[in-house]
């Protein structure tokens, strides 16, 4: 049972362009949602997050809009850059119970 | 300050076997998240530690267990090993319990290949 679903393996954006990233959830008591950035051999690294209270979050390059009437989320990275070539993962949460992830998105940033 | 490690670093062991990963977790962290990541997969939650007692569970079986020792470090036990237990096993600490919350730092993780 997939609750958190990235429907985009991989997704390839020019430097400097901007690169949305998607998530659809099933789940509609999910109350927090993240975004992790992954590097190879190295863990995930938290990025930015939501209360499902809000519909957006600003953080820099990166921001984060939430739709709960279509339980999707997406990730906005403006300008995108080499540095932001990573797997991002997007994650949920219900109250204090467990981080359900996404199977992940392989961003390419083309210079 | 360190950040959270894992040992070892990569593992290979075979059917049948038992297994034993450690994490040590960020200086100031209490509890400790494991998780594991299959090949092409998101992180799977397995189970969470705090006060030395295991605080929450994720789907897996009774072979998966682990231990938190005073020092907050951990470790997971993985019994009679599957070829479907090889993964990247994933540690996260954290101050406190809360599971959902933007202050879980992870571990590079430890490679587990079960033939």
């Known amino acids: 049972d997939q609750q958190v679903k990235q429907n985009s393996p991989s997704l390839s954006v020019q430097e400097g362009r901007i690169s949305i990233l998607n998530c659809d959830y099933t789940n509609s008591m999910f109350d927090y949602f993240l975004w992790y950035k992954k590097y190879p051999a190295e863990g995930p690294t938290f990025l930015i997050s939501i209360s499902s209270i809000k519909d957006k979050n600003e953080d820099g390059r990166f921001t984060v809009f939430l739709n709960k009437s279509a339980k999707h989320l997406s990730l906005h990275i403006v300008p995108s850059q080499p540095g932001d070539s990573a797997v991002y993962f997007c994650a949920a949460v219900f109250g204090n119970e467990k981080l359900t992830f996404g199977t992940g998105t392989r961003l390419t940033i083309i210079p | 300050d360190a950040g959270v490690t894992q040992s070892p670093t990569h593992l290979i062991k075979t059917r049948g076997q038992q297994v034993t990963l450690r994490c040590s977790p960020k200086?100031?962290?209490?509890?400790v998240s494991w998780y594991q990541q299959a090949l092409g997969q998101g992180p799977q939650f397995i189970f969470q530690y705090y006060e030395e007692e295991e605080r929450q569970r994720g789907n897996f079986p009774d072979r998966f267990s682990g231990h938190q020792f005073p020092n907050y470090s951990s470790e997971l036990n993985v019994n009679a090993l599957l070829l479907g237990d090889s993964a990247l096993y994933l540690c996260?600490?954290?101050?406190?319990?809360?599971?959902?919350?933007?202050?879980?730092?992870f571990g590079p993780g430890t490679r587990l290949t079960v033939l």
């Open positions: 996260a600490s954290s101050l406190g319990v809360r599971v959902g919350t933007d202050t879980q730092y």
């Open positions: 200086s100031g962290h209490d509890t």
